[in-house]
């Protein structure tokens, strides 16, 4: 099965930004919502942000919400996550994902729709 590929994790200290980026496939990009999640050790994989690229409408958590962006660029299947004003509680794992369930609607309450997953990317924010 395809992977989407994450990068552009690391370390920075509290309110500071990252950038990370997803990049996808023809497949898994065009037409579809891609979502950005996020786990930390013993925790179940939480919503971060999404994107429906047909119409750039945006979904995002409420703990995220005015302090990450989602964007796309069609040209290049990428989805990107602008990550300002950071928290030590936004250190996870991120992880990036295609929805593959049909008829669902894009948002980020139900990462089981989502596949395609990718391998990851650490963020790292000290207080």
């Known amino acids: 099965q395809e992977r989407m590929v994450e990068s552009g994790g690391g370390s920075v200290q509290a309110g500071g930004s990252l950038r990370l980026s997803c990049a996808g496939s023809t497949y898994t990009y065009s037409d579809n919502c891609i979502g950005w999640f996020r786990q930390t050790p013993g925790k179940e994989r939480e919503g971060v942000a999404a994107i429906y690229v047909g119409s750039s409408s945006t979904y995002y958590a409420d703990s995220v919400e005015g302090r990450f962006t989602i964007s796309q660029d069609d040209a290049k299947n990428m989805v990107y996550l602008q990550m300002n004003s950071l928290k030590p509680e936004d250190t996870a794992m991120y992880y990036c994902?295609?929805?593959?369930?049909?008829?669902?609607?894009?948002?980020?309450?139900?990462?089981?729709?989502?596949?395609?997953w990718g391998q990851g990317t650490q963020v790292t924010v000290s207080s």
């Open positions: 994902a295609a929805k593959v369930t049909p008829g669902w609607h894009c948002g980020v309450s139900n990462r089981a729709v989502f596949g395609h």
